[in-house]
């Protein structure tokens, strides 16, 4: 359900239709945030080759934990003496680990969802990607000063990154600001000074080309009503997850907690001293991004209700990053190192493996949601947000729906205005002859459209079946 939601499908839908028809891109109601950078070009991949919808979203989690995996590696290698494949296999081995333990766990809903969240697209997981690849490029940044090509190419991963997700300037710009300030500080150094004024109005830019794009709109004003309000669902959640008790969530606290305390001592012995190594720069970025992380949901009054949660998605993963690196330097380098992570990553593969071989026999059959509609003879209707565009994609377009309020009117919210006219198959003129009922109000579908000619249920939701329907 979670790799399948209407949100994280419009990737495959908008680069499907991008494909076969560029104009589409103007038909396209697009999200918030642009997810232009990875999500876009993985779908656009994956879109392209014979695949089932399931396949894909298999695929598409499997290519993030590459990215992350490639990334942390590099990183890993550099703030310790593992090796750069050990490195890859502790990282590996942690995540999935604390991933598989989540599910097994009782009480560990939440941890399991922010972790699952890391594989999904469209759900600020790009920005992950990004930043994790961007810390690789500042890395070799502040050890090869004078490097171009590197400087040329982070700033460039900037531009796209911010517009793709004004969250990477939280997760990434602002603590790397903090970093090259330091750096500077501590090497009385310019280079370092100059790649921050770049950095800084190639974010700035980045993000008023996005809001551009979607158009100038007056922002809601800060107040501290609601700023308080979002600092309060923050603390309720962690409230609940001791409360519980969600242990994989514990964990992952305790190690944000370790990362602002060695966070707090690097920028102490930075004033102390006129060095700063990676470790140092490292623990710097990691407690930064934490901080301004959990700031700006809380400072935009964006984090109002559970499903926010995806907003601090990338805290898990430096939680995770932070006890690779503990692991990595309790183990003695060597073999011994690779063998803790080898070991992990095999109790995972033995764990879960029955489950997901049958999984994956599935994976390319029908749901029984569309199995029940096709076998009525029902392939053009109407539905809520959260059905239209997941039955459109699992079904293969072969059951289009027409994207609806729960009082009946149009919801143009992340669609492509064309399917209201036409089919997203065929491009044929739509005749609609039902609802799906989940999600919308009875009362209201009724006065609309009428009583139905037939009440049936597919899958355990109500379809109301019509002879003929007028479009919203």
Known sequence: GLAMNSDLVQPYLVTEDLLSAPSAFFTWRHSPSPYVFPDMLIAGVLVSLPLAPGWMMVLYGTALLTGYALSAGWILSRATETGYRGSILVFVGCLLSLTVAAALLPGSGRALSLLLMLFAPFIHTGAVFSALLALVLLERVLRIPGSPLTSVLLVLLVLVSSFSDA???????LPALLVLWLKARAT??????????VLFLATAASIAAERIFHGI?????????????????????VASAAATPDWILIVLLVAIGAICITGARAIRRSFQRRQMPFSDALAVFMAASVLFGLLAPIVTSTYEMDAHLRYLVFLPLLAILKIALALSRALSAGRVVQALPVLLISAVFLATVPTAFSTAKTLGNRTELETCLAGRGLDTGLSSYWWAKHLIFLSDRRIHLVQIKPDGDRDKYNYNRAWFERRADDKSPILPDFILMT?????????????????????GKAVWVYDGLTLP
């Open 439 to 459: 999600g919308l109000n009875g009362d209201s579908i009724e006065e609309r459209f009428g009583p139905p000619a037939d009440i049936v249920r597919c899958a």
């Open 188 to 197: 009385r150094g310019a280079v370092p000074f100059m790649l921050m004024a």
């Open 217 to 237: 709109k007056a922002g809601n004003p800060l107040r501290l009503d609601t700023i308080l309000g979002s600092a309060d669902m923050v603390w309720n959640d």
């Open 167 to 173: 969250l990477f300037a939280a997760w990434f710009v």
